[in-house]
């Protein structure tokens, strides 16, 4: 077809926003008869589609929810029972509230979290900076590590991590959680591209002024990267929180376990109480839901951006 | 590379490539002769110091260490390496028949989990980006599954798959098929299992990836090719699907990587079961560090898993690499 041929030549962003809406909106389509599914036909098929697939991939988690609101005797007799009984009931939740692990479960996951996600912003960005902003002598070799590092894959390095932390005298500490996630290259990645994208003219203004190289990073280039911040903030926060194999194998002591560890520990120990085991399930996932809720944008601009440049 | 381009929120997104916009300031700072350009020197390095610190004791190092432990009888009850093995660890990992069937088994979940991944990203993204208005509804249903920890999709589909009682049987019935002793209690079907599982879970990420390859392809395209006489379905044929191509590589070979590091969900829906029919290759890792005991030889199986990832990893930036020259040529 022609169309492919003239495609390669296309400058990718500036016409679509501007000229492709005026000219949609201008001339519709021609449409030829017999040349296939019509537009509109197609469109009526895309909802249909659409919407099946949708609901089939919404209802696992309904099913658990509505699992986790019903008594712990119901949710025992299959599904059945759960979706014809219709009293929900908070019972499940109030008991893992009452039980006290869960809240533990929650700090650890809460203070790893963070601070993770505080190291990695901080020094990934900073590193960033470096390589966007400066020339130096072993800049190439710097960015040839960064990128073996993106190659590296981490979950297989669990054996060595676990040595080393044992040798540090790190085991069962949040340390442990912590330091091995700080080192994510792909922030870095992130991080530079849009460093990269941030006019010199600013910065130069600023060292006219007799800024020096920390005070242009942090009050320059930083204050302008708060989307990017937020994005790699929220991706390092939700990689942690969810993280199971690391603190599976470096966290023993189940006071100091993370979410994941814990449910995944104790899911013997909830005997037949099924109930109770999908409301830890959904406890576990809701503080990322409700940041899902709260910055789609920036995780769907940071998912995008780890998968393009990683 | 498009990257430059993909990135909505880069402030101004040139259409040259990131490295001669960068190099044209850097050189014209040079003419000029500023002087805290020239000084930036050992400023670098101490902007690059913290995270190279922990970049060098938990990716680099313990790589190395690792290729070195697994020439040693490394154990996790004695101190220190442990006497030398040569290739002792290696000989034993080709010889033993559970090391070639968990490799198999994170094959096996590869080939079962890619297909899907792809294909149904791809058709989801497609159909959702044609979408005028509602999108929001559609990026909810398939990508926040996503971001849930795999502790909570593992207990819902243990749940699900529960024999006899569970939702799965229970939709099996209603079909008019008889539900067996559950999907996981099978070998032969337990990996399925998990998949299903995965594929539920993990699609989001790639939709999200196929929506922004679509937002990047320009809306003339389909209007020219509309008023060539093309239907919806060779548009699509024509002018996405050779356009995405790049996307889909890459999404295959990103797929590829994170299939092969399969742990979590085996772990905690199957532990391995039934027997070891869905033992994956990190499963026997772990469990050869930390039930056997014997770092040394988990090490040695580390290693070659090591080998397969990175390897796929290099194909993928040599991809990478020829698409954008590719795009810069034309």
Redesign the interface.
Known sequence: ????T???????????SG???A??AA?P????SG?????RT??IV??I??VV??VI?????L??LK?SLSENGVAA????EILSHWYPTLHSYSTLFGAGDIWNWYLASAITGIITTL?TV???S??A????R????G?TT?ML?I??????????????????LG?ANLLNTYWAVI??Q??A?IS?FIFK??F?????ELE?AA?IDGAG?WKI?WSVIMP?SR??IA?VAILTF?GV??N??LP??VLTNPNLMT???G??TV?GSFGQR?AD??A???L??LP??L??LVF?RQ???G???T???? | M??????????????SP?AA??AA??RR?GRGG?P??RG??P???L??A???L??L???????I??FV?SFFN?SLVH?GLGSFAGLDNYVEMFSRADFWSSLWHTLQFTLYTVPPLVI?AF??AV??N??QRGQ????L?????????????S???V??F?P????F??VQSLLGFTPGSGILADPKSAMVGVAIATV?WT???NF??Y??GLQ????????????????????IR??TI??LRRTTT??IL?QI?AS??I??QV??MTNGGPGISTQVS?GL??GT??TDNR?GA??AA?VL??II??AI??IR?IVERVAARR?QE?
């Open positions: 077809m022609t169309t492919t003239a495609t390669t030549s296309t400058p990718g962003r500036a016409g679509r000229v492709g809406g000219i949609s001339a389509p021609a449409r030829p040349a296939g599914i019509s537009g197609f469109t895309t909802w589609v659409l697939f949708a991939w919404l209802i696992p988690s099913f658990a699992t007799l299959g599904a059945n190291l901080v020094f990934a900073m590193a900076f470096a390589l966007s400066m020339r130096f002598r800049r710097v590590m990128l073996l590092g993106i190659m590296i894959p981490s979950q297989v390095l669990i054996v060595p991590i676990f040595e080393m040798a330091f091995p700080v080192p290259v870095v591209q849009f990269d994208g941030i006019p010199r130069e060292r190289l990073y302008l989307p990017v994005a939700v929180w969810n199971l194999l599976l194998f979410i994941p560890v449910l995944a899911q099924f085991i999908q830890g399930a959904i576990a996932a990322l839901v940041l899902y789609q995780i769907v601009e998912v995008a951006g998968g393009l440049k990683g | 498009t990257s430059a381009t993909t990135t909505p929120n880069v402030p101004s997104a040139p259409n990131a916009s960068a300031p850097a700072a500023r805290s350009d930036t020197g400023g670098a390095w902007f690059l913290p995270f190279g922990f970049y004791a938990f990716l680099l190092g313990p790589t260490w690792m432990a490394t101190r149904l058709v989801f159909l959702t044609r979408l929001w509804f559609f990026r249903a398939f990508f926040l599954p996503f971001i849930l920890p795999s502790a909570t999709i207990l819902i589909w749940f699900i529960t006899a009682t569970g939702l049987a229970s539920w699609i989001g990420f999200i990836l929506l922004a990047d392809i320009p809306r003339e395209l389909y209007e020219a090719a509309a008023v060539d006489g093309a239907s919806t379905w060779q548009q024509h002018v050779p356009l890459l999404v990103l990587i092969l590091k742990f979590d772990y905690l990190l890792i772990t560090a930390f770092i988990a090490s580390s898993l090591f990832i990175v990893a290099v930036e795009d034309a």
